[in-house]
C-alpha cells in the first residue's frame, strides 16, 4: 500500500468531509429528536454518504471521459473550487460552493422540519457536495496501480468511519466541544484543503502549459 498517498487521501477527505465541521449542522437539523432516533439518522448518513462516494469513485472517470473532460482539466477547475472553499474556511464565512446559498440553507432547514435529513441535506451537499465530489475523482483517477487505489478507498472508509462515530455520539461531543475548538479546527482545515487545491492546480496547469513548468 502507498503510504504517503494514503496520508495525502487522509487530509484531503478529513478536511473536505470534516465530520466536526459538520456537527453543529447536524444538531440544529435534529433538534427534537430523541438520541435513539438522532443516532438511526447519524448512521442513515453515514450510510447514504458511503453509498454516494462508492457511486462517484466508480462512476467518476467514466463521467468525464463521457464529456470529454481530461483529468488535468478536471484538477484545475476541482481546485478552483477547492480554494474557494478553503478560503471560505479560512474566513469563517463558508463556501456556498459547498454548503449551500442562504436560499438552499433556508430550503434545508424547511426540509428538516417535516422530511428525513439524511441525504438532504446531510448526505447531499454538506458532506459530499461539490468539493468531495473533485476530490474522490481525482484522487480515484491518479491512483494507477492496486496499491495506490487501496490507499484512496482505505483513506475515505476511515473518513466516513470517523463521521460515523463523531454523529452517533454527537450530542455528548457537542456539549463538550467549543466554539473556540471549531473555528480552530475549521481553519487548520482550511489551510490543509488550500494546500491540497494549490496542488492540483499545479499539476493540472503544468500538464494544460507545459512551458509553465520550466
Known sequence: MDLTLLVKALGAFFAIMNPFVNLPLFLSLTTGQDPAQQRRTAWRTTL??????????????????FFGI????FRVAGGLVLLTIALGMLSGRGSSA?????????HAADHAAAND????P?????????GTITTIIVLFSQADGAKKVVAVVLALILVLAALGGVLHFSSTIGRHMSLT?????TRLMGMILAAIAVGMLAAGLSK????LAG
Do not use: N, W
Request: proline content about 6%.
Open 208 to 211: 494544460l502549459f507545459p512551458g
Open 48 to 65: 447514504f454518504s458511503a453509498l454516494m462516494c462508492a457511486v462517484i469513485a466508480v462512476s467518476g472517470s467514466a463521467l468525464l471521459r
Open 181 to 185: 475548538l471549531r473555528t480552530i479546527m
Open 70 to 73: 481530461s483529468l488535468d482539466d
Open 117 to 120: 435529513i439524511a441525504f438532504y
Open 122 to 130: 446531510m448526505t447531499f451537499p454538506m458532506i459530499v457536495g461539490p
Open 98 to 106: 459547498h454548503e449551500g446559498s442562504k436560499a438552499e440553507k433556508a
